[in-house]
């Protein structure tokens, strides 16, 4: 009975590990603007539209949190096997990636803005300064989480992975849930503020981003602020959902039936969600209704 | 014939010729294993092409729209195909290789229903931003009505966009895509493994008594491969489709063929270093 409360306990602290961790992760990619709302960022002086929005698509989320993710475990690894505490080599790997972070940021943003000279956007060196920081503070908070979710897995629940090969693999997933959470509420609720709500951003209006706020030019901390309250904690709830009965599967259900309870159960929280998206579906079919009349819009 | 001169292919188009060849060259690599290393070796290549055709196909199940689904311009999910095959397969693969010790079958299952659960949370938490954050019901672009339940799709899409969100053919094919990912990234693992356990202690002139030493060295090795194989069989996929996907109902699914052949003979190749690395010469 207690190794079994013993792996609940674990699998619910990585849960919320993994939860803060989606929610930084959305965060941080909005203020740096990576993933794919940054066509836009890149694409909108080209359309005339100068702005002063951070702009460091380093590569797709998750490839760039697989790196990070793994630079981390693996130095903390490091750290672990010169007999330094779990806690501090974690700690020092993290900070350590975050830095590479901090350096893919910084050439990112000055390389893609410098390809924009043609067509008159600046390199803003304040701009450099003041969000650089951030995207590094918000880095760290989800390379961290996640690194440590990864040692809780490795070293309490016994999975036979190390450590470096973990923070790859959950990094990954953690970009991809993140970006594919978080990426339309930052694409098109905040780049697109302008248009209407409750309608995709039509094409023709492709690079024109909202470049203003309340006072002066929008700047992407003023994005990291807005998408954090839905885009963020969707992503995190995304994330932690899934780590979270990954492992609860596991943990309650593997010794059951040989290995097939955890199966069963795995096809039944499919099924469940399932239910849940069509109901999603419909109730939007039905609360929002159509744009335009059947008829009028087959023919 | 110059480039100039050439035809334009179409994106769907099959070339038997080169498809003929793929077929020729998956055989060569079996052949050069069946030489170096028949029995185990070949047993296992053959399996990593298994594991790396299921991914290649069930990637094409995965509705992915690329940056104008991050705009709400065309339905799936804002992100790379790759990536989110990807993200999900490995998650898959964790819970895989988990359950590695309790038998070939139950760990692919494991490994396929960990790929398909991942895929549904961030299915159902896509169409929840859709719906509940930016007020836009979910409309294909591709088809008339959703194929699965009926519903029509055309007066459900926004003016000047192809379509938005995750109809529920795109959900499906998700998880469908997650589970044949998952389980082939599991397959691929499992006997990499195999092999690693049974080989690597007398090439490293470790006794019999103590092969549990070389335990985290096999382990390691085959989860790198694994990962690996997975990343190329999910980019030879996201070339085929060029980029963009809504899922089964989508037309550019219908070139799966292709990618098949790629991905047999990516993953005979690779499979074949894979198996290199532990054969003596």
Redesign the interface.
């Known amino acids: 009975m207690e190794p079994i409360v013993f792996g609940i306990g674990i699998t619910a602290l990585t849960g919320a590990l993994a939860t803060v961790a989606g929610s930084a992760e959305d965060t941080e990619s909005n203020i740096g603007s990576q993933?794919?709302?940054n066509?836009?960022v890149q694409l909108a002086p080209q359309m005339g539209f100068l702005h002063r929005i951070f702009n460091k698509a380093v590569a797709?989320?998750?490839?760039a949190y697989g790196l990070w993710c793994c630079l981390g475990a693996g130095l903390a690894w490091a750290f672990m096997a010169m007999q330094i505490n779990p806690v501090l080599a974690i700690v020092l790997g993290c900070v350590l990636a975050t830095f590479v972070q901090g350096v893919y940021a910084t050439t990112a943003y000055v390389g893609r803005t410098a390809s924009l000279a043609k067509f008159g956007q600046p390199v803003y060196v304040d701009v450099l300064k003041s969000m650089t920081s951030v995207t590094m503070a918000h880095a760290f908070i989800a390379i961290f989480c996640t690194v440590t979710l990864c040692h809780l897995i490795n070293a309490a629940l016994g999975?036979?992975?190390?450590l470096p090969?973990?923070g790859?693999?959950?990094g990954?997933?953690l970009?991809?849930?993140g970006?594919?959470?978080?990426?339309?509420?930052?694409?098109?609720?905040r780049?697109?503020q302008n248009q209407?709500?409750?309608?995709?951003?039509?094409?023709?209006?492709?690079g024109n981003i909202v470049r203003y706020a309340e006072a002066g030019e929008r700047n992407s901390i003023d994005n990291g602020f807005f998408t954090h309250k839905?885009?963020g904690s969707?992503?995190g709830?995304?994330f932690g959902?899934?780590v979270f009965?990954?492992l609860w599967r596991?943990v309650l259900f593997?010794q059951v039936s040989?290995?097939?309870g955890?199966?069963i159960v795995?096809?039944l929280?499919?099924l469940i969600?399932?239910v849940?998206?069509?109901y999603?579906?419909v109730?939007?079919?039905k609360n929002?209704g159509?744009?335009?009349?059947?008829k009028?819009?087959?023919s | 014939m110059s480039a100039v001169a050439a035809k334009p292919a179409a994106g769907g188009a099959m070339n038997p010729t080169a498809m003929g060849v793929g077929v020729v060259l998956t055989l060569i690599l079996l052949g050069i294993c069946w030489y170096v290393s028949p029995g185990l070796g070949l047993m296992t290549l053959i399996g990593v092409i298994i594991g790396g055709v299921l991914i290649g196909f069930g990637t094409h199940f995965v509705p992915v729209g690329g940056a104008p689904a991050a705009m709400g311009q065309a339905p799936g999910i804002a992100t790379g195909v790759a990536m989110l095959a990807a993200g999900a397969g490995l998650a898959g693969l964790f819970g895989g290789a988990w359950a590695a010790e309790q038998g070939l079958v139950v760990a692919v299952v494991t490994g396929g229903i960990g790929g398909g659960l991942m895929m549904a949370i961030t299915c159902m938490m896509v169409n929840f931003v859709y719906v509940f954050g930016m007020g836009i019901p979910s409309a294909s672009g591709k088809v008339a009505n959703d194929p699965i339940t009926g519903d029509s799709q055309a007066e459900y899409k926004s003016q000047g966009t192809e379509g938005h969100g995750l109809p529920f053919v795109s959900f499906v094919g998700g998880v469908i895509g997650g589970i044949l990912g998952g389980g082939g990234g599991t397959l691929i693992y499992i006997e990499l493994l195999s092999l690693y356990e049974e080989t690597l202690p007398s090439i490293m002139g470790v006794p019999a008594a103590q092969a549990a030493q070389v335990m985290p060295i096999a382990v390691s090795a085959a989860g790198i491969f694994a990962v690996g194989l997975f990343l190329v069989n999910a980019v030879l996929t996201a070339y085929n489709i060029t980029g963009t996907i809504e899922g089964p109902h989508d037309p550019k699914f219908k070139r799966w063929p292709r990618a098949i052949v790629a991905s047999a003979v990516a993953s005979a190749l690779c499979g074949l270093v894979a198996v290199l690395i532990v054969v003596p010469f």
């Open positions: 993933g794919d709302p066509s836009q797709g989320e998750p490839p999975h036979p992975f190390p090969l973990l790859l693999i959950w990954i997933a970009g991809a849930a970006s594919a959470t978080g990426n339309p509420y930052y694409g098109k609720e780049q697109y209407k709500f409750g309608a995709g951003v039509p094409i023709s209006a492709s839905i885009g969707a992503s709830i995304c959902l899934i009965l990954e596991t593997e040989a290995g097939w955890a199966i795995g096809i929280m499919i969600f399932t849940v998206d069509r999603i579906e109730w939007a079919r929002y159509p744009y335009t009349e059947a009028e819009a087959s």
